[in-house]
């Protein structure tokens, strides 16, 4: 018994320094320490009795669901105490807004749901929101709440430097890499690319870069990322050749949660703090703020 | 050591084929081969006795190299035994040989237990080997049981088998390492018939036995080995008649007694 | 169970890289496999310490380390597999599935020696003995009656070896091809509502591979079964 311990403890061992040199070049996204987001001062009334909000208002602590590995988005170094990336300032918005200070971590934890789990963690109640780079479609709406889109972002091409690859066209019947099961890869086999199913971004990055696939593709906010960390022998290629409405989930047992996100989400939108969010993590010199995307109406009660 | 000499045992037959001269061996620090000096000569038939543990089967196993030896040197029809690897098995395939444990290969049918040397190392063509097969069988009297397995036929029939199979090499010496040893008393004989008539049709041969009877009939020369050593050497007529050692004495008179 | 239905053909042409990547590498692993075992047990020194070395390595190690050795150290010292490309019809064998099989076949193959050890070491000397003693060589003495019956002793611990390689080959899943993981990896992100569903009908026709696998190995060795 002991020895099988110890022989799984030195298993994690091995495949967490392995894991760590893959994502060591995943490095990015934890430029810039986010926006400081102050909690705000919940009056009485402000949710109404017995709602969710209310209730997690009381409890002055909140469970959010993110990636941990997608430079931009939501990205979490060994060494990050708080995960960074565009979601994660959503998500303080939205924890701000119940009176929670978003930067302690005795009263926000940041969860990491890796694609598959997001809808189980919602339907347990193991997290209250999720903010995972979480595409809004039909089919997820069957078994979760759903709302935004709070960003909209499309699909690109991440190429070597020296490649004469232009578009997705140019792909087909090449290889193209993206993490396993994402809709990225579903969608370059679509283009008729032939997918390579990885682990991790990094992992195809470190494909591309090796030559042994032709092209890697995901949303555009992560591929520059990756181009950023291997300036010069990768680039960002084509025109997005999908739409992703990236949105944030909840539990469908608390349907009144739909309403306070799309509140909270217009107010960021008119009092600029969208688009500072925006700035300190996807943002740029070179890139353009774009404007924030039409929400969904919440379904009828 | 031995009481008479050689050249007058073996007067009249022809020349030497296999001789073992100064051999030697040991298993750490029991000496089981002790100076053995050997020769056999061609159509001979050389019955190897003696008490279990006196090195018998050690001496049978060195002729085709199952045994390697420590010193001395063993050559067969002129040429001295060669060291692992292709040419061992040139040889080897010259010398036929018979298990106590007759050592049929398990998975092979009668009829490709007999073919499979010819086939595969004679490079004869599938049929003729068969047919040569067949009429090995036939003589040693199993040619209906050519498509049954080895687990299926008798331990006297399977010995049988095994003659056949070695004798499918044509080989220019057969070497038998207890033969009988393994079988049910009425198997015995059916074993040894075979053996006699491989005797009387000229073919040479050295056989470790506790059969005094197969030594008394088909033997040309019995060797009588104790402690790694040969003790005696003679016609079985003067060996079981006359034993000049003690330990020779010893021996028969206990076999002899039932 | 619609959206398996509706997606028979995207999982069909999974099961066909995984049963692919299982024919290959077996095949491969049971001749690799052999080879190693004969070197084992063969007179050669050199061979006997090379094979053991290689057993010991290989079988200590995990398969995904293994598998990312040819993936991705391979392409550092030039080892791309690009040669490798074939294609029929909808299925494409490439670089990345060719070293995604080479690392099964190399990682098997040291299970597949030790199996074959163990069934050699159950066939009696005096077979071998026997076989050498009518002059066959060594290669011959192995190949004609040591591996044959080997083989029959082997077959359960073989058996095992390669169900294991059929699971094994969702590894690959994660490193480039787009096997039955794969394709279950992306129906589960697609159809959130549909997860138990694409999760029993995967398990199921694993389950159902597995259950044909050990049914031929069980005919084989009745088959094979010394009369």
């Known amino acids: 018994m002991r020895t099988m311990k110890l022989r799984a403890a030195a298993a994690t061992v091995l495949l967490t320094a392995l894991s760590g040199t893959l994502a060591a070049c995943g490095d990015a996204g934890s430029e810039g320490e986010g926006v400081d987001v102050q909690a705000e001062e919940v009056e009485d009334g402000k949710f109404e009795e017995g709602s969710r909000m209310a209730e997690l208002a009381e409890a002055g602590s909140i469970t959010i669901g993110v990636k941990y590995d997608q430079p931009g988005l939501g990205f979490k170094s060994a060494t990050d105490d708080i995960p960074t990336g565009f979601d994660v300032e959503i998500a303080k918005l939205l924890v701000a807004d119940l009176g929670i200070d978003p930067s302690d971590t005795s009263a926000v934890t940041y969860e990491e749901t890796i694609s598959d789990n997001r809808e189980p963690y919602l339907e347990a109640g193991r997290v209250d929101l999720v903010l995972a780079s979480y595409s809004i479609t039909e089919d997820r709406r069957k078994v979760v709440g759903q709302t935004g889109p709070y960003f909209i972002t499309g699909q690109q091409i991440l190429v070597a430097a020296d490649s004469d690859v232009e578009s997705i066209d140019d792909l087909v019947g090449e290889t193209v890499c993206s993490v396993s099961g994402s809709t990225s890869l579903q969608n370059a086999e679509d283009a008729g690319a032939i997918g390579a199913p990885a682990d991790t971004y990094s992992q195809c990055a470190e494909d591309v870069l090796n030559g042994t696939v032709e092209a890697m593709t995901t949303d555009g906010s992560i591929l520059l990322g990756l181009a950023a960390q291997n300036e010069g022998e990768l680039k960002v290629v084509g025109p997005e050749f999908s739409e992703e409405r990236i949105g944030v989930g909840y539990s469908q047992d608390y349907p009144e949660m739909c309403e306070w996100i799309n509140g909270v989400l217009t107010e960021a939108y008119e009092d600029g703090s969208w688009a500072e969010a925006f700035e300190a993590t996807l943002g740029g010199d070179d890139v353009e703020t774009p404007e924030p995307p039409a929400l969904d109406e919440c379904p009828a009660a | ?258 | 169970m619609n959206v398996v239905l509706d997606n028979a053909g995207d999982i069909a042409l999974a099961f066909i890289y995984t049963l692919s990547l299982f024919v290959v590498a077996g095949v491969l692993s049971l001749i690799f496999g052999a080879l190693l075992a004969a070197a084992r047990v063969g007179p050669v020194a050199v061979l006997r310490k090379a094979a053991a070395v290689y057993v010991t390595l290989i079988r200590n190690t995990p398969l995904l380390i293994v598998i990312i050795f040819f993936r991705f150290a391979g392409p550092k010292i030039g080892l791309t597999f690009s040669f490798v490309d074939i294609r029929v019809a909808d299925i494409r064998l490439n670089n990345l599935y060719a070293a995604c099989a080479v690392g099964l076949v190399v990682y098997t193959s040291s299970f597949v020696c030790e199996a074959l050890r163990s069934g050699i070491n159950a066939v009696p000397l005096g077979q071998a003995e026997a076989a050498r003693a009518i002059g066959l060589p060594f290669g011959g003495v192995m190949s004609q009656v040591i591996m044959p019956q080997a083989m029959r002793h082997a077959l359960p611990p073989l058996a095992s070896v390669q169900i294991a390689l059929l699971k094994n080959t969702t590894v690959c899943g994660a490193l480039g091809v787009f096997e039955a993981f794969a394709r279950m990896r992306g129906l589960t992100n697609d159809f959130a509502s549909a997860r138990t569903e694409i999760f029993l009908a995967f398990a199921l026709i694993f389950v159902v591979l597995v259950e044909v696998l050990s049914f031929v190995a069980y005919r084989l060795e009745r088959r094979w079964r010394i009369v």
Not at chain 2, 106 to 121: F, Q, W, Y
Request: one cysteine or more.
């Open chain 2, 1 to 258: 050591m031995s009481t008479a000499p050689q050249e007058e045992i073996s007067a009249g037959r022809g020349e030497p084929l296999v001789v073992l001269d100064g051999v030697n061996k040991w298993f750490g620090d029991l000496h089981v081969l002790q100076d053995i000096n050997l020769t056999v000569n061609r159509g001979e038939v050389v019955v190897v006795i003696g008490p279990s543990g006196s090195g018998k089967s050690t001496l049978c196993r060195a002729i085709n190299r199952l045994e390697t030896i420590d010193r001395g040197t063993i050559t067969l029809d002129g040429k001295p035994l060669p060291q692992e690897g292709k040419e061992l098995a040139n040889l080897r395939a010259e010398v036929g040989m018979v298990f106590q444990s007759f050592n049929l290969f398990a998975h092979k049918t009668i009829r490709e237990n007999v073919t499979l040397g010819p086939i595969k190392v004679r490079k004869v063509a599938k049929a003729t080997a068969e047919a040569k097969a067949a009429e090995l069988l036939d003589r040693v009297g199993i040619g209906h049981q050519a498509d049954k397995y080895p687990a299926q036929l008798s331990g006297g029939q399977q010995q049988r088998v095994a003659i056949a199979r070695a004798l499918a090499m044509e080989p220019k010496v057969m070497l038998f390492d207890e033969p009988t040893s393994a079988l049910d008393p009425e198997m015995i004989k059916e074993v040894l018939d075979v053996m006699v008539d491989l005797a009387e049709q000229g073919m040479t041969m050295v056989v470790v036995t506790h059969e005094m009877g197969f030594a008394r009939t088909a033997a040309d020369r019995v060797l009588f080995m104790a402690d790694g050593a040969v003790v005696e050497e003679n016609t079985p007529e003067e060996f079981f008649t006359n034993p000049q050692s003690e330990r020779a004495k010893d021996f028969l008179g206990k076999i002899l007694k039932h």
